[in-house]
């Protein structure tokens, strides 16, 4: 006997999903369950059969419910409690053939035409009348095999990992590519590596590709400042931009320098290139407040301190340090007694 869950959503629901997107929600669930085996009949080469399974074994159907999601778990991809449910929408009207298979149900996607409102998505469910000894859950799905191709590649394995950190992974992918619990998000600009950040650490919006600025740049400064091998190239990407800690071999190569009234850090160019001031504010404050670079940026104030009379000083001082109106007004009356003084002295001279 065949029974139907319906779920009322038309055959265009998330209509700017394709393949990827399906293929992302069925993956996503195998991997926060943890592990999975794989198995592809390529033997179409248009078309491949792939069944993906693992050892969990539902005793009911209520994983197909919206919204019984994996929150719980702040290290799971899936939140928001659709995933192979839309996976198999999006199958279903590709014309992609697909079904779970459980030790008690087999479950199949269409569409139902209601006569009020039209085409709508359901799964059909059939109970196993013996069922299987061995737990399983498998998800089994046609689809084009350069879209399969295309999403595997995207698809983070042990031998992409080129360092681990409690915050995620540098891997060995394009710079600027991002991923979130293995699986691809987005690729961005002014990145010196390719991250896969835990998914508790980036927050993504439903359709995993919007990543926040900060918990980006913040995440993946941090991954790198621990991986230790940021070269002096990188200090302007993004992924220093909350770095604390800085090798010492990067220092080497950097040389605090007056620049108008603010003390500046130059990275020395390389082959006859020129000398680039860094522009990332995070960075420069964390060398003002490294040892090695305060007795050196020391050195440079005193040394401008006696190339400058008191008057200059002070108005260094007032552009550097004297914000509030008050405070201003009162810093130009000492500024103006300072000049007054300097001139008597002058007249005197």
């Known amino acids: 006997m065949t029974n139907t869950i319906h779920y009322g959503m038309g055959r265009e629901y998330l209509s700017n999903w394709g393949i990827q997107q399906a293929m992302r929600e069925i993956y996503q669930n195998f991997l926060d369950y943890g592990d ?9 080469e248009h078309t491949v059969i792939v069944s993906v399974s693992n050892d969990w074994a539902p005793e009911s159907l209520d994983f197909l419910r919206i919204g019984n999601s994996k929150k719980h778990n702040p290290d799971a991809i899936g939140k928001h409690g659709e995933g192979v449910k839309m ?12 079904q779970i298979v459980t030790h008690k149900y087999v479950i199949e996607p269409a569409f139902n035409k209601d006569p009020e409102i039209g085409d709508c998505f359901c799964l059909n469910y059939t109970t196993i009348t013996e069922p299987a000894d061995v737990p399983r859950f498998t998800v089994v799905f046609e689809c084009p095999a350069a879209d399969y191709a295309m999403f595997k ?11 681990s950190h409690e915050y995620g992974d540098i891997v060995d992918k394009d710079a600027g590519s991002i991923y979130s619990g293995g699986l691809f ?7 010196s590596k390719a991250y896969n950040i835990k998914p508790r650490y980036l927050p993504l919006d439903r359709d995993r590709c919007a990543p926040g600025t900060f918990d980006l740049n913040y995440h993946a400064s941090k991954i790198n400042e621990s991986h230790g091998e940021i070269t002096v190239e990188d200090l302007t990407h993004s992924d220093t931009m909350y770095t604390s800690a800085v090798s010492d071999k990067v220092k080497s190569q950097i040389t605090p320098k007056m620049v108008g009234n603010s003390v500046e850090f130059v990275i020395r160019g390389k082959n006859g290139t020129e000398d680039k001031i860094i522009k990332n504010d995070y960075l420069k404050e964390s060398f003002k407040k490294d040892s ?16 400058l009379g008191l008057y200059d000083l002070l108005l260094e001082f007032k552009d550097n ?11 130009e009356l000492i500024l103006a007694r300072v000049e007054n003084a300097e001139n008597r002295v002058e007249e005197l001279a």
């Open 292 to 307: 090695f670079f305060e007795k050196i940026i020391k050195k440079i104030r005193l040394h401008v301190a006696k190339k």
């Open 36 to 44: 999975y085996t794989e198995d592809v009949d390529n033997s179409d």
């Open 153 to 163: 590649d995207n698809v983070i394995v042990g031998g992409d990992i080129l360092f």
């Open 185 to 191: 998000v987005t690729r961005v600009k002014n990145m």
């Open 321 to 331: 340090h004297v914000h509030t109106t008050d405070a201003k007004a009162d810093f």
């Open 87 to 98: 996976a198999f929408l999006i199958l279903e009207r590709l014309g992609m053939k697909s």
